[in-house]
């Protein structure tokens, strides 16, 4: 069976350091990966997608970036962190559809960041 | 502009109770759609998913949702809920992008 790996759970990190989150996907090959973004109250706000290695697409514009430089390894990154990006981070993989419409993901257990 | 819309952000219900909760889409054309729930400290799990075919779908737990195209509609519901059901519930759109739209979820708690 499938399964994804997201760490650190949580993390704690001075404002202009860098950041690494990392999410590996096992028991799966050629997945579509995720970054989301939780807050209270407004939902997940994706990120980042991928499609294949080194193929990234972001969503939003913002002090972060993502990597993938393996099919099932899908890496969250940043050179200075901001406080505003204290946040909860959620890794995601999906089946690549035929078409493009997207199908359910399934998700890590997420890294609850918080930038001091 | 194209979002979804839960409209509830927050339920309270007793046990046994009959619960709908409503997702509304603004996308034209072709989607797949999606019910999950977060329960508390846990992930994000699929509750139920539409691509085609029988607009009223099955999901675990009980929980069912139908699709009604006119109204660009997805609402889910329990016949009786129980303690157990009390999580965040989330609505998405799969778009033809590979992207998932998602509300900004009902968080719904069942008094004992």
């Known amino acids: 069976s499938q399964t994804i790996h997201q760490w650190p759970a949580t993390l704690v990190q001075p404002v202009g350091s860098p950041l690494s989150l990392e999410c590996t996907v096992e028991g799966t090959s050629n997945p579509n990966l995720y970054w989301y973004r939780q807050a209270a109250g407004r939902g997940l706000q994706l990120l980042f997608y991928?499609?294949?290695?080194?193929?990234i697409s972001s969503e939003v514009p913002q002090n972060l970036s993502a990597s993938r430089p393996q099919d099932r390894q899908f890496i969250l990154s940043s050179k200075k962190l901001l406080l505003s990006d204290s946040g909860f981070y959620l890794c995601a993989w999906s089946v690549r559809p035929m078409l493009r419409l997207a199908t359910e993901a399934f998700f890590g257990q997420g890294t609850r960041l918080t930038v001091v | 502009a194209q979002s979804v819309s839960q409209h509830n952000h927050h339920v309270i219900l007793s046990e046994a109770a009959s619960l709908e909760l409503g997702c509304n889409y603004s996308y034209g054309g072709t989607v797949n759609l999606f019910w999950y729930v977060q329960y508390p400290g846990q992930h994000l799990q699929l509750l139920l998913k539409?691509?085609?075919?029988d607009p009223l779908v099955k999901g675990i737990k009980g929980f069912e949702a139908e699709f009604i195209k006119s109204k660009f509609s997805f609402n889910l519901r329990k016949p009786s809920v129980q303690w157990s059901d009390t999580a965040e519930y989330f609505c998405?759109?799969?778009?033809?992008?590979?992207?998932?739209?998602w509300g900004a979820g009902t968080k719904l708690i069942i008094k004992p």
């Open positions: 998405a759109v799969g778009r033809s992008n590979y992207q998932l739209i």
């Open positions: 539409y691509f085609s075919g």
């Open positions: 991928s499609v294949g290695i080194g193929q």
